[in-house]
């Protein structure tokens, strides 16, 4: 069973940096652009940060403005979204996905950014 577990989130002051993980298991052979998305309370959910298949190539929101990092092992099996000068702005619930023919969603983890 495909399953998709972020961690790493909590609360962190402005200006302060945190590195969110997502363990990948189950999740069919192929190729899938590995992405983290966000959602804060009232606005659509929005790409944070894309690895594409099969380059690996990155791309950011126009928000990030060098502030975060997407990155994964070899194997795909760990995602990782390193974020720096966090803004309140930045606060929403962060989810990895997994897209090609099939869609997988994390839960979600909390990010809050306040002093």
């Known amino acids: 069973q495909a399953q998709l577990v972020e961690s790493g989130g909590g609360l962190v002051p402005p200006g302060g940096s945190l590195t969110l993980s997502c363990a990948a298991s189950?999740?069919?052979?192929?190729?899938?652009?590995i992405a983290w998305y966000r959602q804060a309370p009232g606005n659509q959910r929005e790409q944070v940060a894309v690895?594409?298949?099969?380059?690996?190539?990155?791309r950011y929101g126009d928000f990030v403005k060098g502030r975060f990092t997407i990155s994964t092992n070899n194997a795909k099996t760990m995602v990782y979204l390193s974020m720096n000068s966090l803004q309140p702005e930045d606060t929403a619930v962060y989810f990895c996905?997994?897209?090609?023919?099939?869609?997988?969603w994390g839960q979600g983890i909390q990010v809050t950014v306040s002093s």
């Open positions: 690895v594409i298949s099969p380059e690996g190539w990155t």
């Open positions: 189950g999740i069919p052979s192929g190729l899938y652009n």
């Open positions: 996905n997994f897209r090609g023919i099939r869609d997988f």
